[in-house]
């Protein structure tokens, strides 16, 4: 089955640039979504298709994937970005192919 | 507005079985696919099933092959797992999702199931 793999956690301060990476094996060639989750609370989509965001979602965050590996960029950080990211790809190869990135905390200082 | 309301969830004891719904309103639910998601405590998320909206493709977790059923009701607008042979390591938080292409685009709040003796 397909793997991606992420930092479990990126520390970042208010103002700054968060950067979360997802590896896997030629990722460049799939669509790579991510998704926001807050304790407590379910997933929320907050972008699709590499680069592209869903309605309501700040233009502080953005995508990009190349090779063997996607970025979410969270660009002039805020304390309510605080939360897990999530990356994900469809593989369409294997059993199961909805397959989640290992999650990374994303820490306001 | 779409909304998806899980229930089922509760404690159960090891090699219980449980069956869980997903109740979805405001769009066309026979127009798209579903999945159940779940998180066990303090871990991340694992795709547990997916089913196509006419029910011609479903897929399972190696972790859950044989021992869990996805079904789907369009009349009802109601989404179902049938959850057999429950081990320690099932419980988690499930979560219904809508799928829209490759990704979930609205996700239920998540029922609880404890596999507990």
């Known amino acids: 089955s397909y793997v991606l793999t992420q930092p479990p956690s990126v520390s970042v301060a208010p103002g700054q640039t968060a950067r979360i990476t997802c590896g896997g094996n030629n990722i460049g060639s799939k669509s790579v979504h991510w998704y926001q989750q807050k304790p407590g609370q379910a997933p929320v989509l907050v972008v699709y298709d590499d680069s592209d965001r869903p309605s309501g979602i700040p233009e502080r965050f953005s995508g990009s994937n190349s090779g063997n590996t996607a970025t979410l960029t969270i660009s002039r950080v805020e304390a309510g970005d605080e939360a897990d990211y999530y990356c994900q790809v469809w593989d369409s190869s294997s059993d199961l192919p909805g397959v989640f990135g290992t999650g990374t905390k994303v820490t306001v200082l | 507005e779409v909304q998806l309301v899980e229930s089922g969830g509760g404690l159960v004891k090891p090699g219980g079985s449980l069956r869980l719904s997903c109740a979805a309103s405001?769009?066309?639910?026979?127009?798209?696919?579903m999945n159940w998601v779940r998180q066990a405590p303090g871990k991340g998320l694992e795709w547990v099933s997916s089913?196509?909206?006419?029910?011609?493709?479903?897929y399972y977790a190696d972790s859950v092959k044989g021992r869990f059923t996805i079904s789907r009701d369009n009349a009802k607008n109601s989404l179902y797992l049938q959850m057999n042979s429950l081990r320690a390591e099932d419980t988690a938080v499930y979560y219904c999702a809508r799928g829209f292409g490759s990704y979930i685009d609205y996700w239920g709040q998540g029922t609880l199931v404890t596999v507990s003796s």
């Open positions: 405001g769009f066309t639910f026979s127009s798209y696919s």
């Open positions: 089913i196509s909206s006419s029910s011609s493709y479903i």
